[in-house]
């Protein structure tokens, strides 16, 4: 079984300041890993994945994540905010085998505020 | 040029009811998917059918049933509505149901059950 854990529903941060959101997995199998981001009233967007390969993975928009085999981590990162970057981010897990096979697995998502 | 399209964006409906919501996708994806987004904006797949097949369907009442007429297009049909149908629906399409999965959504159909 796989599913994904996301810590804290809500982070607020100033313009400019860093972004850490923060995502957890479970999954028995190795795992595709995938943040997307919902602007209001929109459907999703890919900002970036992990399916094999380099453990830092960058994305749109400036946005950054590092796979965490040993932490089962893949918390999404920015240096710099901006204001538009408020948005809900989720993130999400696959894979390509077993009954898991095309099935992705969401967060319950992050709302970014960010403040001038 | 929209990549997967809904359509309606917004439908306000009694209980009882019967409504379809329809996705079409010009990205020439083998692969479609319908995703529920409730009031807590968690997001739960509900169906995915690959090249016109069922291959993914969750544990969803049958009054949803999807259909599949060509790769391109994946509508859902909801009979006898009820207020717990109230949320938004998205559909999505990748190119394969495994490897790496990239899915891209469209814009989301508010549905309102009253």
């Known amino acids: 079984a796989q599913s994904v854990t996301q810590l804290g529903s809500h982070v607020s941060v100033s313009e400019g300041a860093l972004v850490l959101l923060r995502c957890n997995y479970s999954?028995?199998?190795?795992?595709?890993l995938f943040w997307y981001v919902q602007y209001p009233n929109q459907g999703l967007q890919l900002l970036l994945k992990y399916t094999t390969g380099a453990t830092l993975v960058k994305g749109i928009n400036g946005f950054e994540a590092e796979f965490k085999k040993s932490e089962t981590s893949f918390h999404l990162t920015k240096p710099s905010a901006h204001m538009s970057d408020a948005a809900e981010y989720f993130c999400a897990v696959t894979s390509d085998r077993g009954s898991t096979l095309g099935r992705l697995y969401f967060g319950r998502g992050t709302q970014l505020t960010v403040w001038p | 040029d929209t990549a997967v399209s809904q359509t309606p964006k917004y439908l306000v409906t009694q209980m009882g009811n019967d409504k379809s919501i329809k996705c079409e996708q010009n990205l020439g994806h083998d692969t479609m998917y319908w995703y529920k987004q409730d009031s807590k904006k968690f997001l739960k797949i509900m169906f995915s059918?690959?090249?016109?097949?069922?291959?993914i369907n969750e544990t969803v009442p049958n009054r949803f049933s999807p259909k599949s007429p060509d790769k391109a297009h994946l509508n859902l049909h909801i009979n006898s509505l009820e207020l717990g149908d109230s949320a938004v629906y998205f559909c999505a399409s990748s190119q394969g149901a495994g490897l790496s999965n990239e899915q891209f959504f469209g814009p989301g159909t508010r549905l309102t059950v009253l």
């Open positions: 059918y690959n090249n016109k097949e069922l291959i």
């Open positions: 999954s028995s199998v190795p795992p595709y």
